[in-house]
């Protein structure tokens, strides 16, 4: 059972970091720990720019001081030392060539690896493919600490299914999956979980099974997706709505309900290439995962494109057109900007030599420029009084308040990816 005296180090503040770390805070010692200095100030000051903690239950926990219950936050490696317990959420993403990205987990390996003591426990939620905990952190964890696995130390794996923006579907009230290197750990680490997340737990029986089930859950999703995608190529072609179809579909009981659109973020957009790389690596060629991924990347240049067109065909000139985008974020009202595909859609129409207005007001434009190299327009008030073409890329509340008719001239195109205006008022929608 786990204990009061169980001291918890968080590895990685992030998306699926802090409201862990929150959470974990309200019963135990937990030092939060993450390389990135700003984030850190930031934390300590009791604000979270990812809005998945709202500010006052961040203070609730926070404390100034270590070695006492709640939340003490530091970028020092060693604050950590003195933890039993280490939680791993750090980032897995994907190259240019879409493969795996490991070194974030590599070097949160290596970290825990150096105060790692006789007993310890490390546990890893970042998205990994088969195999990896074991094949990958172990050998570091042991090279480095010169302590053997299962002898002196123990791993479990437990994904993380945090969807952010979601106030719904929050850390406790999702059902964890757990799993460890030893039955005695294993069931350690579920007991430890159990004590915070009401929606209960599933202890798997191997970390593998663990860490297998986290990424067939989004490539599940993706694949779906993928199928709803090309069925809206389909019916733009044919002159059908979607919308429609998907609605008159959906009142079979067993149908399953996706929506088209561009697929990004930090999950349902990466993991399924950690799946095929595996699967590759063992001589076996996933042609439907990797269809999947192809037809969803391929979605933003499709938008674009189509754009293109119905601007033509309404005679407008594309070299130098305005267009706006409203939206550069994942997902609707969120500010997570990890594998935006609306990226794909501005350039695409840059390749037009196209002028491009980017509109989000959840989105750090700090982080933006970083991430992207584009300079967001900071206020609506700003935005031109004509466009050649509106694309409603992200379907965040605000766009559905504004008034897109200001904007417009006669020849304006209006693409809304997501569905969020009534179709009367849109040229297309996917």
Same mark, same amino acid.
């Given at each position: 059972?786990?204990?009061?005296?169980?001291?918890?180090?968080?590895?990685?503040?992030?998306?699926?970091?802090?409201?862990?770390? *929150?959470?974990?805070?309200?019963?135990?010692?937990?030092?939060?720990?993450?390389?990135?200095?700003?984030?850190?100030?930031?934390?300590?000051?009791?604000?979270?720019?990812?809005?998945?903690?709202?500010?006052?239950? !961040?203070?609730?926990?926070?404390?100034?001081?270590?070695?006492?219950?709640? !939340?003490?936050?530091?970028?020092?490696?060693?604050?950590?030392?003195?933890?039993?317990?280490?939680? *791993?959420?750090?980032?897995?993403?994907?190259?240019?060539?879409?493969?795996?990205?490991?070194?974030?987990?590599?070097?949160?390996?290596?970290?825990?690896?150096?105060?790692?003591?006789?007993?310890?426990?490390?546990?890893?939620?970042?998205?990994?493919?088969?195999?990896?905990?074991?094949?990958?952190? $172990?050998?570091?964890?042991?090279?480095?600490?010169?302590?053997?696995?299962?002898?002196?130390?123990? $791993?479990?794996?437990?994904?993380?299914?945090?969807?952010?923006?979601?106030? +719904?579907?929050? $850390?406790?009230?999702? !059902?964890?999956?757990?799993? &460890?290197?030893?039955?005695?750990?294993? +069931?350690?680490?579920?007991?430890?979980?159990?004590?915070?997340?009401?929606?209960?737990?599933?202890?798997?029986?191997?970390?593998?099974?663990?860490?297998?089930?986290?990424?067939?859950?989004?490539?599940?999703?993706?694949?779906?997706?993928?199928?709803?995608?090309?069925?809206?190529?389909?019916?733009? +072609?044919?002159?059908?709505?979607? @919308?429609?179809?998907?609605?008159?579909?959906?009142? @079979?009981?067993?149908?399953? @309900?996706?929506?088209?659109?561009? /697929?990004?973020?930090?999950?349902? &957009? *990466?993991?399924?290439?950690?799946?095929?790389?595996?699967?590759?690596?063992?001589?076996?060629?996933?042609?439907?995962?990797?269809?999947?991924?192809?037809?969803? %990347?391929?979605?933003?240049?499709?938008?674009?494109?189509?754009?293109?067109?119905?601007?033509?065909?309404?005679?407008?000139?594309?070299?130098?057109? +305005?267009? !706006?985008?409203?939206?550069?974020?994942?997902?609707?009202?969120?500010?997570?900007?990890?594998?935006?595909?609306?990226? %794909?859609?501005?350039?695409?129409?840059?390749?037009?030599?196209?002028?491009?207005? $980017?509109?989000?007001?959840?989105?750090?434009?700090?982080?933006?420029?970083?991430?992207?190299?584009?300079?967001?327009?900071?206020?609506?008030?700003?935005?031109?009084?004509?466009?050649?073409?509106?694309?409603?890329?992200?379907?965040?509340?605000?766009?559905?308040?504004?008034?897109?008719?200001?904007?417009?001239?006669?020849?304006?195109? /209006?693409?809304? *990816?997501?569905?969020?205006?009534?179709?009367?008022?849109?040229?297309?929608?996917?």
């Amino acid at each position: 059972m786990p204990s009061n005296k169980d001291v918890i180090a968080i590895i990685g503040l992030g998306y699926v970091g802090l409201p862990l770390a *929150v959470e974990l805070a309200k019963q135990y010692e937990v030092i939060g720990f993450d390389i990135n200095a700003q984030r850190v100030m930031e934390l300590q000051g009791g604000t979270d720019h990812t809005l998945e903690v709202e500010d006052s239950d !961040l203070k609730k926990v926070l404390v100034t001081e270590a070695h006492q219950r709640g !939340l003490y936050i530091s970028n020092q490696s060693q604050h950590i030392a003195h933890a039993n317990i280490y939680i *791993v959420t750090v980032p897995t993403p994907t190259d240019h060539l879409n493969h795996p990205v490991l070194t974030p987990l590599e070097k949160a390996s290596a970290t825990v690896a150096q105060v790692l003591k006789q007993g310890d426990i490390v546990i890893y939620e970042s998205t990994v493919y088969p195999g990896a905990t074991e094949e990958v952190c $172990v050998p570091i964890l042991e090279e480095i600490s010169g302590l053997v696995f299962n002898t002196d130390f123990y $791993v479990g794996y437990s994904p993380e299914r945090i969807n952010p923006g979601d106030k +719904k579907h929050t $850390v406790t009230k999702i !059902l964890k999956v757990t799993s &460890g290197s030893t039955p005695e750990i294993a +069931k350690r680490i579920d007991d430890l979980y159990r004590s915070i997340i009401t929606a209960g737990t599933h202890l798997a029986p191997s970390i593998k099974v663990a860490e297998a089930a986290k990424v067939i859950e989004n490539s599940q999703r993706d694949i779906n997706i993928a199928f709803v995608n090309e069925l809206s190529k389909i019916f733009r +072609k044919l002159d059908i709505d979607t @919308k429609a179809v998907l609605e008159a579909a959906g009142t @079979k009981w067993n149908f399953l @309900k996706f929506s088209p659109g561009l /697929v990004g973020g930090h999950c349902i &957009g *990466v993991d399924p290439y950690y799946l095929a790389q595996k699967a590759i690596e063992a001589g076996y060629d996933p042609e439907i995962i990797l269809a999947g991924r192809k037809l969803n %990347d391929s979605m933003g240049g499709y938008v674009a494109q189509e754009t293109v067109k119905m601007m033509i065909e309404k005679g407008a000139t594309i070299k130098g057109a +305005k267009t !706006l985008v409203l939206g550069i974020t994942f997902k609707e009202n969120c500010p997570d900007i990890r594998n935006s595909r609306v990226i %794909d859609i501005i350039n695409e129409l840059q390749s037009y030599h196209m002028e491009v207005d $980017v509109f989000d007001p959840w989105a750090s434009a700090d982080e933006v420029r970083d991430e992207y190299g584009l300079d967001l327009i900071s206020e609506a008030s700003n935005l031109s009084e004509s466009y050649d073409s509106i694309i409603i890329a992200v379907a965040h509340q605000e766009f559905k308040d504004m008034d897109l008719k200001s904007m417009k001239q006669a020849q304006t195109v /209006v693409f809304d *990816v997501k569905g969020l205006l009534p179709k009367t008022e849109v040229d297309a929608r996917l």
